[in-house]
């Protein structure tokens, strides 16, 4: 199954639901807003993307931070704790496909690629 990872109201995730949905595909969604994040899959996503992508830098939460959390995007550990702290700051959606396979953000052409790519592994289980 799927799993998307973002904020309930966000205008971004608002799109990927209608476009899930209307795609017919079931889906399980991780509000981080409300039900937080953890080391562990903040640990895995770093093995996808690099933290400078996995953090939006053009969030509002993000400008409000201080130039020393800023600094700390370089950091393994400190952006793992930044995301933590502030979960607004991580792009959304995150999208798990399982078996390792990830997509981050809302880019529609791709996903529709994904979302074959997906099918057909399922068709062949």
């Known amino acids: 199954m799927i799993t998307i990872y973002g904020?309930?109201?966000?205008?971004t995730m608002q799109k990927a639901f209608k476009?899930?949905?209307?795609?017919?595909?079931d889906y399980a969604?991780?509000?981080y807003k409300e039900s937080g994040i953890d080391n562990a899959i903040l640990e895995l996503w770093l093995q996808y993307f690099p933290a400078d992508k996995l953090i939006n830098l053009k969030s509002t939460t993000y400008r409000g931070l201080s130039d020393k959390e800023?600094?700390?995007?370089?950091?393994k550990s400190k952006a793992i704790a930044l995301m933590i702290k502030y979960n607004s700051v991580i792009k959304r959606p995150v999208w798990d496909f399982g078996d390792g396979n990830f997509f981050l953000g809302w880019?529609?052409?791709?996903?529709?690629?994904?979302?074959e790519?997906?099918?057909?592994?399922?068709?062949?289980?």
């Open 7 to 11: 904020i309930k109201n966000c205008d």
């Open 19 to 25: 476009w899930l949905d209307a795609k017919k595909l």
């Open 29 to 31: 969604f991780h509000d």
């Open 70 to 75: 800023k600094a700390g995007v370089a950091s």
């Open 107 to 115: 880019d529609e052409p791709a996903l529709e690629v994904i979302i």
């Open 117 to 125: 790519k997906y099918k057909e592994g399922r068709n062949e289980k």
